[in-house]
């Protein structure tokens, strides 16, 4: 059986209910086809990650100044 349930926010690609499994992501009540949600876990590992860079080089910056 094949139902669909929505529409991808990421690509606007429809996304069905297959056999009684989502083909697809729920993520925060937003619909995503599993390319698209692999995509966004990936920015999102980046965005932290590139986050947590600028946290520690901050800290390496004043402690470095707070010690002149």
Known sequence: MRE???TCMGCGSEVYCLGGFLNGISKEGKLFCFECSEAA???ESNEKRMQ???IESSRKYLQTNSEN
Request: glycine residues 12%.
């Open 41 to 43: 876990d990936l920015i």
């Open 4 to 6: 669909r349930v929505g």
């Open 52 to 54: 947590n860079q600028h």
